[in-house]
């Protein structure tokens, strides 16, 4: 798929199919392609914990009310930063970039996702829930699965000229 069209067109997936299932090799491939993102330092300073139970997803839905689709889509990847290996306090912006890439190879392969941010209170209940150390910080929960439409929406144009500064302010 052209770089261009995944990333205009991929869209937050909040419908899914119930009870299709990610390929371990299609899981594999997302998650490669979310450790090629760029680094500060290239310390690649993440942790991708992978929820596939659905107890364990219908309990992740109760920290994170927002992700009510989250059991239905079958996959929750909970991107977490390594606090030992992130440089300069870098790290959020570290697992930004491979949580972007990751969705748009899970788009470029035919599956849908969904950000969901998470508080710090959601953060250290997560860590605890799914016994992590310490050091290592939930960051943000990616849905992932199959979507039930083709698309849910599609959104006005987003390129805001007023938003580009060229030379001067
Ligand atoms: C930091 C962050 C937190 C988000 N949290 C949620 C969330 O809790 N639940 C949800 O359904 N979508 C969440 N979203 C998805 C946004 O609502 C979505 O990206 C935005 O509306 C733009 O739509 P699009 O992704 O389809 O382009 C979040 C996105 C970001 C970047």
């Given at each position: 798929m052209n770089i261009e069209n995944a990333i205009l067109q991929r869209r937050s997936i909040r419908q899914y199919e119930k009870g299709a299932h990610v390929s371990q090799d299609d899981l594999h491939r997302i998650l490669r392609s979310a450790m090629y993102a760029p680094s500060a330092m290239n310390r690649q300073p993440w942790e991708f914990y992978v929820a596939t139970e659905e107890s364990l997803l219908q309990t992740i839905q109760t920290i994170h009310?927002?992700?009510?689709f989250l059991t239905d889509a079958g996959t929750g990847i909970i991107v977490c930063i390594d606090t030992e290996k992130e440089y300069a306090g870098m790290g959020i912006i570290d697992v930004s970039l491979a949580s972007q890439n990751l969705m748009l190879e899970a788009y470029a392969l035919g599956y849908g996702t969904c950000y969901c941010g998470i508080s710090e209170e959601q953060s250290v209940a997560l860590q605890q829930l799914l016994s992590m150390?310490?050091?290592?910080?939930?960051s943000g929960l990616i849905v992932l699965g199959k979507p039930?439409?083709?698309?849910e929406h599609t959104p006005s144009e987003?390129?805001?000229?007023?938003a580009v500064h060229l030379n001067k302010w």
């Open positions: 009310p927002h992700c009510a150390p310490k050091t290592i910080k939930p039930l439409n083709a698309t987003r390129f805001n000229p007023n």
